[in-house]
């Protein structure tokens, strides 16, 4: 791709740079990234690749933008709260680069989507908070031979590697896949999300950084990869620590001998849809809860969301015990053992995990409010209860 004297111009930097220069420009505007999440990682992702001239970027994000999401995603602004980030997100890269094409996902990907979507980009970046993504997108990266440059945060911690997907000369993969990272997904529950843990501000600026850089490097050729390594940040002591991956010969994906050969249903390899001897999530709709309100049925409404969301927005009569602290407390609910408790947070995920902690300490009649409070604000009209 030849390059215009605007272009010259606008990468002069890159331009003398012994080791990148023109030839490594002119790749970077002929390629192509598909960014998958425009959050926290995405966000930075986005602007810097768009900067430094990457052709062509997709985005994909089925959310919303936020407040809360301010203090970290800054691609986005103020004006943006309500508007779906994916095009949030292009209106950011254009306003600095409106040279670059932006491709735009308002959905999530899934295993019927994948493989046509992350066909069409060079280099795909995980910048997802859940692992059902992230073995999805790990998969079909291997599958369809691609460069899959991932990233993590969580608190005041981060980690990013580069899973190289393409096969060499042998017919092996050059690097191993997010499976030989991580073989089996954690129990549902025991990783939290950013939601329930917090996270640094900075912090998915750091590694969305180490991120990109990696992106530039496999779209020119220039540099050693991370391939192979994992990179793990922590801020609190400012210390950098590298990891050696291997891959796994026996991978069921990436090895020599793979036995999953197209994608499968993710939600439930990671735990999260029940079978019949898990706990049994029953589901109340704003609707039917509206009744029990009006009723005056005893019940307990347990909201399991940090002390600070409730300064936000909360439903009256609540009993507040965060998700991370329902297992030690516990004891506290005994009185309710056999009576109604209707478990509720922010959206319906983290109470949902609340029910099992209580159905597997006996509780009998433990509901889950679907939707959360925002359903429930959504249902009732409260002006008090918004988007967060």
């Known amino acids: 791709m030849a390059m215009t004297s605007a272009q010259f111009q606008r990468y002069a930097r890159h331009l003398t740079l012994p080791e990148f220069g023109v030839a490594a420009q002119e790749k970077l505007l002929s390629s192509s990234v598909l960014l998958i999440g425009a959050g926290g990682l995405g966000s930075p992702l986005a602007l810097y690749l768009a900067a430094a001239g990457v052709g062509r970027i997709g985005i994909m994000d089925f959310d919303v933008v936020d407040v809360s999401n301010l203090q970290r995603q800054v691609i986005h602004r103020s004006q943006d709260v309500g508007t779906p980030k994916a095009r949030s997100a292009k209106r950011g890269i254009n306003d600095l680069n409106p040279d670059v094409q932006v491709?735009?996902?308002?959905?999530?990907?899934?295993?019927?989507?994948?493989?046509?979507?992350?066909?069409?980009?060079?280099?795909?970046?995980?910048?997802?908070?859940?692992?059902?993504?992230?073995?999805?997108?790990?998969?079909?990266?291997?599958?369809?031979?691609?460069?899959?440059?991932?990233?993590?945060?969580?608190?005041?911690?981060?980690?990013?590697?580069?899973?190289?997907?393409?096969?060499?000369?042998?017919?092996?993969?050059a690097g191993p896949c997010y499976r030989c990272l991580y073989p089996e997904p954690p129990s549902p529950g025991e990783v939290p999300s950013c939601a329930e843990g917090g996270v640094l501000g900075v912090l998915p600026g750091i590694i969305a950084m180490v991120q990109a850089t990696e992106a530039i490097k496999a779209l020119t050729g220039i540099g050693k990869p991370l391939t192979g390594r994992l990179m793990r940040y922590d801020?609190?002591?400012?210390?950098?620590?590298?990891?050696?991956?291997?891959?796994?010969?026996?991978?069921?994906?990436?090895?020599?001998?793979?036995?999953?050969?197209?994608?499968?249903?993710?939600?439930?390899?990671?735990?999260?849809?029940?079978?019949?001897?898990?706990?049994?999530?029953?589901?109340?709709?704003?609707?039917?809860?509206?009744?029990?309100?009006?009723?005056?049925?005893?019940?307990?409404?347990?909201?399991?969301?940090?002390?600070?969301?409730?300064?936000?927005?909360?439903?009256?009569?609540?009993?507040?015990?965060?998700?991370?602290?329902?297992?030690?407390?516990?004891?506290?609910?005994?009185?309710?053992?056999?009576?109604?408790?209707?478990?509720?947070?922010?959206?319906?995920?983290?109470?949902?995990?609340?029910?099992?902690?209580?159905?597997?300490?006996?509780?009998?009649?433990?509901?889950?409010?679907?939707?959360?409070?925002?359903?429930?604000?959504?249902?009732?009209?409260?002006?008090?209860?918004?988007?967060?």
Not at 131 to 151: E, H, S, W
Not at 345 to 353: A, N, T, W
Request: charged residues 25%; hydrophobic residues 35%.
């Open 103 to 173: 491709d735009v996902y308002e959905e999530g990907i899934t295993s019927s989507n994948a493989l046509e979507i992350i066909a069409k980009y060079d280099v795909v970046i995980d910048g997802t908070d859940n692992f059902p993504t992230r073995y999805l997108v790990g998969d079909a990266c291997v599958m369809l031979g691609k460069v899959n440059i991932y990233g993590s945060i969580y608190r005041f911690e981060g980690q990013a590697t580069v899973f190289d997907g393409r096969k060499l000369a042998d017919g092996s993969r």
């Open 235 to 388: 801020a609190m002591n400012m210390q950098f620590r590298e990891l050696k991956i291997r891959r796994d010969k026996t991978c069921p994906v990436c090895g020599d001998h793979p036995t999953i050969t197209k994608l499968i249903d993710y939600e439930q390899f990671c735990g999260l849809k029940r079978g019949e001897e898990g706990p049994t999530a029953v589901e109340l709709d704003p609707a039917a809860y509206e009744k029990i309100r009006d009723a005056g049925t005893e019940h307990l409404l347990l909201d399991v969301r940090e002390p600070f969301e409730l300064g936000i927005c909360q439903i009256e009569g609540n009993t507040n015990i965060p998700l991370g602290q329902v297992p030690a407390r516990v004891g506290e609910l005994a009185a309710w053992k056999d009576k109604l408790v209707v478990c509720q947070c922010k959206s319906g995920r983290r109470s949902l995990k609340a029910l099992d902690v209580l159905q597997k300490n006996g509780f009998t009649k433990v509901v889950n409010l679907s939707g959360g409070i925002l359903a429930w604000g959504e249902h009732t009209g409260d002006p008090a209860i918004g988007p967060y």
